[in-house]
């Protein structure tokens, strides 16, 4: 599958951004997906997954209660919605697909078990 992820910007801590995701080349609603964020100097982190029905979704307590991760299987995209966005945030946002198919776990989330990442979007935050 190929992802193209959008929306990322430069914006002041507490605003919001909402970034895209869309898939191509493969069956979407097969996968459980997941953003994450690569800040400078640090290791890929994992932000929040979705099933590939949408009913699962798990979150890093780090964002907990500030963001929220969607899906709309019709139009092959996922979402992830940012609120009360903070410093901390900066980083390079990607999308990617869980490598097995109709498969959704909580405790499935490493950025190792994924693949088909996206070029990533930029996101900055200033105070």
């Known amino acids: 599958v190929q992802l193209q992820a959008s929306g990322g910007g430069r914006v002041q801590a507490g605003d919001s951004l909402r970034l895209s995701c869309v898939a191509s080349g493969r069956t979407f609603s097969r996968y459980t997906m997941g953003w994450f964020r690569q800040a400078p100097g640090k290791e890929r982190e994992s932000v929040s997954v979705i099933s590939y029905t949408g009913r699962g979704t798990w979150y890093v307590d780090s964002v907990k209660g500030r963001f929220a991760i969607s899906r709309d299987n019709a139009k092959n995209t996922l979402y992830l919605q940012m609120n009360s966005l903070k410093p901390e945030d900066t980083a390079v946002y990607y999308c990617?697909?869980?490598?097995?198919?109709?498969?959704?776990?909580?405790?499935?989330?490493?950025?190792?078990?994924?693949?088909?990442w996206g070029q990533g979007t930029l996101v900055t935050v200033s105070s």
């Open positions: 990617a697909a869980l490598k097995r198919e109709y498969y959704y776990t909580d405790s499935d989330n490493r950025p190792s078990d994924f693949d088909s």
